[in-house]
Structure formats: C-alpha cells, structure tokens
C-alpha cells in the first residue's frame, strides 16, 4: 500500500486543509496526515528560520516512516518539491497545489501590504485568531511571525535548473482564478522537465483541493495510476 503524505498550508492543519482527501484515500493508501511545526497536533514550536527546519523535521519524518507520495498545499507545496529536491529518493512521486516557485516582483508589495496587516490581525480580525487559537493554541502568533517573516522576505525559491533536473515525477495542479498561479502552472510547463505535468483546476484559488475536491482527487489519482510500479 502506498503512503500518502499530506502537507497543510499557511495556519492551517493536515485535517483543515485535506479533510476531503483523507476521508477519499484513507481506504486506498496508507495515508499521513503531517502537522507542520507549529501548527495543530505537532508538539514543536514554529523555529526559526522555520522554513530550513521544517523542511528538515521533514526529511527525517519521512526517512523513518518510507519513502511515499508527497502532497502539499502552498507552505506545503513549497516544502515538499524542496524535499523532492534536496532527497529525491524519499519521494515516489510529489503533488503541488497553490504553488509558484518565485514570488513575481509586481506581486512583492502585496505581500509586505499582507505582512503588515497580519501584525493587526489581532485588532482588526478576532474571528480568525480564535480560529488560529482552536487549531494550534496560544503559540499561534509565534508560528504566524515564524512562517510568515520567512515566506514574506526569504521566499524559498526554486530556480529553473533544478526544476529541469528534478527527477520525481511531479504533478502541479493550481486553481484556475489565482492569476500569479496561472503564470506559475504555464511558467513550469515550458520548463520542459518530462516528468513535469501541469493542470488547472476550473473554477478554483488558492486552495483548489478544497474548493473543487472531486475534480482535485481524480486528477491526483488518475496522475498516481499512470506512475509505473515501484517495488
């Protein structure tokens, strides 16, 4: 049975951000639902710089437990093409949603205007801090700060050789309304790497496995069943 790794975004858990995809798969797959550090069940805090540890902490969980599938969303987009990257052998295959290698530089303002209006979040959005309180308790701003400071203004790139020479068959899928993740999607396309495949998913943003999750989870196993065998 092949194992499913589930990497969550930004503030959110595995069971916030793929509940849909675990209730799918969990029958099929060994699935496993990762909590970032910080966030929800997992008992680390957010370090710093957190996305190197992260993506470490990451490594080794997966280095114990074996090699599998690696599904992310955004954050977790970002780490697990890192992962396919840096080991790709602990990788059978990897699936990025809400991702774009770069940050395009028309888009840098609207992310320090974000940055500057998470530190008000407070004041200006109770709602969502009693979410963030729910999910990851009272560590939640340092976990906020922690990824948003890195994402923000160390955004972890992914440059176009090692896009080219990345050797995990790979299945992009973004949401067809997010504009930037349009020209991402179409950007990684003409790279021209052959284990690179690129969709978009009518209809979706940001988190296109939550807003359209039938058409999301055929996608991601129709790419899976056309992967060969592995041992």
Request: proline share 7%; with cysteine; charged share 15%.
């Amino acid at each position: 049975m092949d194992r499913i790794y589930l990497f969550h975004g930004f503030m959110g858990t595995a069971q916030s951000h793929f509940a849909q995809q675990i209730s799918t798969w969990q029958d099929t797959f060994e699935v496993i639902p990762i909590d970032l550090p910080g966030h929800g069940s997992n008992p680390l805090d957010a370090p710093r710089p957190y996305f190197s540890s992260a993506l470490s902490w990451i490594m080794d969980v997966i280095a114990n437990q074996g090699r599998g599938h690696l599904v992310g969303l955004s954050l977790g987009a970002s780490l697990a093409i890192h992962v396919a990257v840096k080991n790709p052998a602990l990788c059978q295959s990897i699936v990025l949603t809400g991702y774009s290698p770069f940050i395009p530089d028309e888009l840098e303002p609207l992310m320090r205007q974000q940055y500057e209006q998470f530190q008000r979040i407070e004041r200006d959005n109770p709602q969502i801090v009693h979410e963030f309180l729910t999910l990851h308790g009272t560590r939640w701003k340092n976990t906020l700060m922690a990824v948003l400071d890195d994402m923000t203004f160390h955004y972890p790139r992914v440059d176009d050789q090692a896009i080219r020479n990345l050797r995990v068959p790979t299945l992009v899928l973004n949401g067809s309304q997010e504009a930037y993740e349009r020209h991402a999607a179409s950007y990684l396309a003409d790279i021209g790497n052959p284990l690179l495949q690129v969709g978009l998913i009518p209809g979706a943003g940001h988190v296109a496995n939550r807003q359209k999750p039938a058409i999301y989870n055929t996608v991601v196993q129709d790419f899976w069943a056309s992967l060969p065998l592995m041992d």
